[in-house]
């Protein structure tokens, strides 16, 4: 049904929140075209796009690029791409190793660094409802994350200095 607001309904609830209290507010969207992903990127100000490293997971890049550029001019014009984060990584697969080359061409700077390399302790963490950390925290999944963690603080940090300097032009 078509319900006006329906695609801004996330980002009016955020705006409801105490913005104070929060670092950052993550949102993990399925990897669709739908109106769960539109709430999401309407209320976001950053988007990653994390990418399995299979093949078909890298055919489907440009729909999700499209929506985030249609989302930025249509709904959220603060809608930044952050980068593109390679999940579920195996060097001794070579679609894994042809994929990274493949996602590494494609978004070039945008890639970040930090790989996730498939890890049993990955897969375990939610089904016993824990994250990485408290399931495993020397894991190499764990190892991963923290240093997506510190990548992605480095990168919103430029993200936003590179706003604030817009506004003052």
């Keep these: 049904?078509?319900?006006?607001?329906?695609?801004?309904?996330?980002?009016?609830?955020?705006?409801?929140?105490?913005?104070?209290?929060?670092?950052?507010?993550?949102?993990?969207?399925?990897?669709?075209?739908?109106?769960?992903?539109?709430?999401?990127?309407?209320a976001s100000d950053y988007v990653i796009i994390p990418i399995q490293m299979e093949f078909y997971s890298m055919?489907?890049?440009e729909i999700i690029i499209d929506l985030i550029t249609l989302t930025k001019k249509r709904l959220n014009r603060r809608l930044v791409l952050l980068g593109a984060l390679a999940t579920m990584y195996d060097k001794r697969n070579n679609i894994c190793v042809?994929?990274?080359?493949?996602?590494?061409?494609?978004?070039?700077?945008?890639?970040?660094e930090t790989v996730i390399r498939s890890n049993v302790s990955l897969a375990e963490a939610p089904a016993?409802?824990?994250?990485?950390?408290?399931?495993?925290?020397?894991?190499y999944g764990a190892e991963d994350y923290l240093a997506?963690?510190?990548?992605?603080?480095?990168?919103?940090e430029a993200a936003r200095n590179v706003v604030k300097g817009s506004d003052k032009s």
């Design 98 to 112: 042809s994929c990274l080359d493949e996602m590494k061409k494609y978004f070039n700077s945008m890639a970040f």
């Design 148 to 156: 997506f963690c510190e990548e992605f603080l480095r990168r919103e």
């Design 59 to 61: 055919n489907s890049v």
């Design 1 to 42: 049904a078509a319900e006006p607001g329906r695609d801004t309904a996330l980002a009016a609830a955020i705006e409801d929140l105490d913005r104070n209290r929060y670092d950052f507010i993550i949102a993990d969207l399925p990897p669709n075209a739908g109106v769960m992903v539109l709430n999401g990127l309407a």
């Design 128 to 139: 016993i409802n824990k994250n990485i950390f408290q399931h495993s925290p020397k894991s």
